[in-house]
């Protein structure tokens, strides 16, 4: 009798063990994860429209101005964002103009052709030190990649915003 306790006592030993060392994650790393696989998505997605031309007002594979791409690739993982650059310029987390607080999935603004305000966006997808690269749909190119250190980007650049945490 005294052995089949001690071989009982042993079992519910080894299964609280067991169950003891599985490691859960926190909500907040459950969070991050999550927020870190819909940039990953959100950038995938912009990217498979790249070459398709520029088009005023565009927010299809018809064609796309540049914040019709970054309006219609958000809305696609039902995050809603305003249509136009200067109201997206408003939403977020703003950064402000320092490149090293950018990450994957920030968005970068714009003032083109010497406007008083911003009118043009992109969604960042790779940071490499101060080197950022975007995605964006420019008139000339359509949907197309650029970087912070091509001069014309580099005379325009005016801020990022944190859409995602």
Do not use: W
């Not at 949907?143 to 990022?160: A, C, D, G, H, R």
């Amino acid at each position: 009798m005294k052995k089949s306790i001690y071989i009982l006592s042993l079992i519910v030993l080894f299964a609280s063990c067991k169950s003891s060392s599985v490691v859960t994650q926190t909500s907040s790393e459950n969070k991050e994860e999550n927020s870190n696989q819909i940039i990953d998505k959100i950038i995938t997605t912009a990217e498979e429209n790249i070459g398709i031309k520029y088009k005023a007002a565009g927010t299809t594979k018809s064609g796309y101005d540049c914040s019709g791409l970054v309006y219609s690739t958000f809305a696609m993982y039902d995050i809603d964002l305003p249509r136009s650059s200067y109201e997206q310029s408003k939403i977020g987390i703003e950064l402000g103009q320092n490149l090293k607080k950018a990450k994957k999935g920030d968005l970068i603004f714009f003032k083109t052709n010497r406007k008083s305000q911003i009118n043009h966006v992109g969604i960042v997808i790779t940071v490499e030190d101060d080197n950022i690269k975007f995605i964006h749909s420019s008139t000339s190119r359509g949907v197309i990649i650029s970087s912070t250190k091509e001069p014309y980007y580099q005379n325009t650049f005016v801020q990022l915003n944190r859409i995602l945490k």
